[in-house]
């Protein structure tokens, strides 16, 4: 008796299980039945702006959004609609996609968020777990710059080179592939985009040295579709890739010897996958050399493709169709893998489909993209002083000789430099202006070549430049400080890409402001280093609303409907590679507070974003001087070989990671050593570099961030609260 009723409990707790489970399955059913169906149909269009189905809008990547209830008079009235934190205090990237009112972001450590798009009630997250020791490969931070959406899934590519799929209404993993080799020095960071059921996904890595390509996979399973390389293969031997053919050909324009052969050559495919549903092409921005210097890189001989230059693929077999060359021979990190904006533009009546491009060198190019000819390359910086321009016939520079550092063997102050004129930061269109909004900058930087064989020679961790790190060291004179600072500076730009006209500008203080968006509302979107959200007149630039969001901004904004109420939706924090490397450059952005946020925005919202937490007041303690002069130099030097990319020039942090001149463990060599050396902060990123440095080095690294403590407490107005 006892067990027959036990059974009849079991049995009855089942079917309880089995009907909730079966109601839950009904649900999903139903959604999935009402939802939109985003793929490629639906990407070719622009649509009524109710959702933000990619990352760059659609399938142009304008960003522009045709709602037009947040405009020109109401704009004024916007406030905080709902925010959500986020876990890691790093850069955030990502422009917020929106489907069918939810929201999907991804973060820093490639952990990806799904949310009520109206009321912020968290749906789902997933986190990749992505090992910390892959922050020491990441060149410019553990950042990741959006996910896809297609047909009910979010693709995510991940800092330690997966390609993931979950399903967008529950965040269940679907399928991982694993898209770079497990040993190499190849990170993820961009975003995927889905293109006629394949999912394309490239990597980054050209500082460290890597081999760059890009990947297509089926979109339900995960198979490889096909892989395109960027750089020849310096074995000669063919890869079984669709890049084989065309590489036969892209070889002779690299030396026979070099370091190339060694690293890979670099050009890698890190940002700009854009595709062309008018013309059926896909167009593949490709990042710089590696080494940087050419002279070490390919004997100083070939132009080197693909590097730095757009390549337009067949979308199906990955084939080669025709690519354009922005930087020949790059020596200057001038990558042109930054945003791609595809438009229908017309050039004294007659109309022509253009590719622009703003990329690093400073020149805003405008292709014709039925075949790659350079319809215009105009400058949307001050003072670019590699070239004086393009010529038009040849589509190629017109090079400042002294800018090839390692011919004149001379530094050369070079404006823009490795951080771009414009970097990653997303740009937008408004076709209703005709203007491209850039966020630009002016960032100054000295290129020189290796100045002793711990430049020059290439080591298993860190970059691997060929050049002298000097270049983004300040020095000690405070005037000279000052006046780099001053003249380190933010320009957002609106230029016509027909005459190239810079229609209006707004001078900015710093520099690595956030990306662009615009409406139809006649407005454009951008928010700042130093923490303002602004909204400018689409056609004159004026400003007509500024909002504080307590951190600074890096993304673009995104904007969408739901239930009749427009929203605009942005992530803040602080991070990428400007205040990680540039250290006391930053000037006013080093003191702006990091908070990892998403926030939204709408007509009448009224939500408190919450107090700031209270400042603590900066103590500095630094430790007694140890080592000789001698010493201090050898650390310096070992310092900007490994450290400062990461903890900014002169050791002065840019309020992203620690300040190593007021960390507690500088006093405690034991300590030090066992980070340093051991790894013991690998799970955060810090590795152990012990494969470099012997324990005497790192001694030597020690001594010279003392040196920077003590320097830093004579001229307190270095210091940066973290
Ligand atoms: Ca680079």
């Known amino acids: 008796m006892f067990g027959g009723r036990k059974i009849w409990i079991v049995f009855a707790a089942m079917a309880s299980l089995t009907l909730g489970a079966c109601e839950q399955f009904k649900q999903v059913q139903e959604e999935r039945e009402a939802?939109?169906?985003?793929?490629?149909?639906?990407?070719?269009?622009?649509?009524?702006?109710?959702?933000?189905?990619?990352?760059?809008?659609?399938?142009?990547?304008?960003?522009?959004?045709?709602?037009?209830?947040?405009?020109?008079?109401?704009?004024?009235?916007?406030?905080?609609?709902?925010?959500?934190?986020?876990?890691?205090?790093?850069?955030?990237?990502?422009?917020?996609?929106?489907?069918?009112?939810?929201?999907?972001?991804?973060s820093a450590w490639s952990k990806v968020f799904a949310y009520d798009a109206k009321t912020g009630e968290e749906l789902w997250s997933y986190d990749p777990e992505v090992p910390g020791e892959t922050a020491a490969k990441a060149c410019c931070d553990v950042v990741n710059r959006g996910v896809a959406f297609w047909k009910g899934k979010i693709y995510v590519g991940t800092l330690d080179g997966r390609l993931i799929a979950l399903d967008a209404l529950t965040g269940a993993q679907l399928w991982v592939t694993r898209t770079t080799p497990e040993d190499g020095n190849y990170t993820i960071t961009g975003a995927p985009r889905v293109v006629k059921n394949m999912v394309l996904i490239g990597n980054g890595g050209a500082e460290f040295g890597v081999r760059g390509y890009v990947s297509a996979y089926d979109a339900n399973d995960g198979t490889l579709k096909w892989r395109f390389y960027t750089v020849p293969n310096p074995s000669g031997e063919a890869d079984d890739a669709a890049s084989d053919e065309i590489l036969q050909t892209a070889k002779r324009t690299w030396s026979e010897g070099g370091e190339w052969t060694e690293s890979g050559g670099g050009g890698t495919v890190w940002d700009a996958i854009v595709y062309d549903h008018e013309l059926d092409q896909l167009y593949i921005g490709t990042g710089n050399g590696n080494p940087w210097?050419?002279?070490?890189?390919?004997?100083?001989?070939?132009?080197?493709?693909?590097?730095?230059?757009?390549?337009?693929?067949?979308?199906?077999?990955?084939?080669?169709?025709?690519?354009?060359?922005?930087?020949?021979?790059?020596?200057?990190?001038?990558?042109?893998?930054?945003?791609?904006?595809?438009?229908?533009?017309?050039?004294?009546?007659?109309?022509?489909?253009?590719?622009?491009?703003?990329?690093?060198?400073?020149?805003?190019?405008?292709?014709?993209?039925?075949?790659?000819?350079?319809?215009?390359?105009?400058?949307?910086?001050?003072?670019?002083?590699?070239?004086?321009?393009?010529?038009?016939?040849?589509?190629?520079?017109?090079?400042?000789?002294?800018?090839r550092y390692y011919r004149t063997g001379k530094p050369f102050l070079a404006m823009p430099s490795a951080l771009g004129a414009h970097n990653w930061h997303p740009m937008s269109y408004n076709p209703n202006t005709g203007l491209v909004y850039i966020p630009a900058q002016q960032i100054a930087a000295a290129y020189l070549p290796p100045m002793n064989d711990l430049e020059k020679v290439r080591k298993p961790i860190g970059y691997n430049t060929g050049a002298s790190g000097e270049g983004f060291t300040l020095p000690d004179d405070r005037t000279a400080v000052k006046a780099a600072i001053a003249a380190t500076k933010g320009r957002l730009v609106a230029i016509n890409p027909v005459t190239g006209d810079i229609a209006w500008k707004v001078e900015q203080e710093t520099p690595w402001n956030g990306g662009t968006m615009t409406t139809a509302g006649n407005l454009v979107f951008q928010g700042t280093a130093l923490g303002q959200m602004h909204a400018y007149a689409a056609d004159s630039g004026d400003l007509l609303w500024s909002y504080d969001v307590q951190s600074g901004v890096l993304g673009g904004a995104s904007t969408y409907m739901v239930d009749g109420e427009q929203y605009i939706a942005f992530l803040t924090s602080k991070g990428g590679a400007f205040p990680l490397l540039i250290g006391e450059g930053g000037g006013a952005a080093n003191a702006v507070p990091n908070i990892p946020r998403l926030?939204?925005?709408?007509?009448?919202?009224?939500?408190?974003?919450?107090?700031?937490?209270k400042q603590q007041p900066i103590v500095w303690s630094p430790p007694t001087r140890i080592g000789t002069a001698a010493q201090v130099a050898q650390g310096r030097q070992l310092y900007m070989r490994y450290c400062s990319v990461c903890h900014g020039g002169g050791a002065v942090g840019g309020g992203v990671l620690p300040d190593l001149r007021r960390s507690a463990v500088l006093a405690d060599t034991e300590t030090w050593s066992k980070i340093v050396l051991e790894g013991a902060l690998a799970d955060g990123g810090m590795i152990g570099f012990a494969p470099v440095l012997s324990e005497t080095e790192s001694e030597a690294v020690r001594a010279y961030a003392i040196d920077r403590a003590h320097y830093g407490a004579e001229h307190a107005d270095t210091a940066q609260p973290e």
């Open 35 to 106: 939802s939109t169906t985003v793929d490629g149909a639906y990407l070719a269009d622009l649509g009524t702006g109710e959702n933000w189905a990619a990352t760059g809008y659609n399938y142009d990547e304008q960003r522009y959004s045709p709602l037009t209830q947040i405009n020109a008079d109401s704009v004024s009235e916007l406030g905080v609609a709902w925010f959500a934190d986020l876990p890691d205090a790093r850069g955030q990237e990502a422009t917020p996609v929106v489907v069918d009112g939810r929201m999907y972001i991804s």
């Open 293 to 403: 210097n050419h002279g070490a890189r390919s004997n100083g001989e070939g132009d080197n493709l693909f590097l730095s230059s757009i390549v337009a693929l067949k979308p199906e077999t990955g084939e080669y169709i025709w690519h354009y060359q922005q930087t020949p021979a790059d020596s200057w990190d001038f990558t042109a893998t930054q945003p791609i904006i595809l438009a229908d533009v017309s050039y004294e009546g007659v109309g022509r489909k253009v590719l622009m491009q703003a990329p690093k060198n400073g020149f805003f190019f405008v292709l014709d993209r039925t075949d790659g000819s350079l319809i215009s390359a105009e400058p949307f910086i001050d003072g670019i002083n590699w070239a004086e321009g393009y010529d038009l016939e040849t589509g190629r520079p017109i090079e400042n000789p002294e800018a």
């Open 599 to 613: 926030i939204v925005m709408k007509i009448g919202g009224d939500t408190q974003l919450p107090a700031l937490p």
